[in-house]
């Protein structure tokens, strides 16, 4: 009965290679997010989704590129990965009042994917 | 200055210390304000949200100082299993978690 998963939980791969990780929620929350964790452990945030649509992307590479199939999931593909991109990515979800309003709800991690280019 | 600013640490507390914890922002429209604990290589875990009036549960009390732009953390009565990083975090109008950095505490015997 886990709340947020994501999948893998490790990804060792070569610079250039194209890699995805995967996210899914059944909290039935409306809105779900990606974060970055760098190597200093700063934890940022890099997109939102509401109800599968695109409410947040905070200057991220378009190397990057987020898909919602459904409000449950939340998949991260990255293209041409560079050494830079070596951290753990967490997926987040949180319930909202409509039109995606999330202030003051909480936000459910998952267990992150420990990202290692080489 | 950086959005949100915690001294990184380490706090090196003796279990039953008292030990508190500050949080400065940098963004006067920030909404709502949260603690978030962190274990080594596990996910941010939302410890307490902060309300205006300040919140208290079991030996931990949160306050929130919107004049001076500061959030506080206060532990009593430590554990060893209070051992964690300590974010502290908060929404803006873009409704987003903005976290800082992070406060380590080590709880020791």
């Known amino acids: 009965d886990t709340a947020v998963s994501q999948t893998p939980k490790y990804l060792v791969t070569q610079m250039g290679n194209d890699k995805s990780i995967k996210c899914e929620q059944n909290l039935g929350h409306d809105t779900m997010y990606w974060y970055k964790q760098d190597s200093k452990k700063f934890l940022k945030i890099m997109f939102s989704y509401n109800n599968k649509e695109l409410i947040i992307n905070e200057t991220v590479p378009n190397r990057f590129s987020p898909k919602s199939p459904d409000k449950a999931h939340l998949n991260l593909h990255i293209n041409s990965l560079e050494l830079g991109d070596s951290a753990v990515y967490f997926c987040?979800?949180?319930?909202?009042?409509?039109?995606?309003?999330?202030?003051?709800?909480?936000?459910?991690f998952g267990p992150g994917t420990r990202l290692t280019v080489t | 200055r950086k959005e949100v600013e915690q001294d990184p640490g380490p706090f090196n507390v003796p279990e039953g210390a008292t030990v508190a914890f500050n949080c400065t922002y940098s963004?006067?429209?920030?909404?709502?304000f949260f603690w978030y604990r962190q274990d080594c290589r596990k996910e941010p875990k939302l410890l307490m949200s902060v309300y205006s009036s300040g919140n208290e549960d079991g030996r931990f009390t949160a306050q929130l100082n919107r004049a001076s732009q500061y959030i506080s953390l206060l532990i009593r009565d430590s554990k060893l299993s209070d051992s964690a990083t300590y974010l502290c975090a908060y929404t803006g109008t873009a409704s987003k978690l903005t976290f800082g950095t992070g406060t380590r505490l080590q709880v020791t015997l």
């Open positions: 987040a979800s949180s319930q909202d009042l409509a039109g995606g309003i999330t202030e003051g709800y909480e936000q459910y």
């Open positions: 963004n006067s429209a920030s909404q709502s």
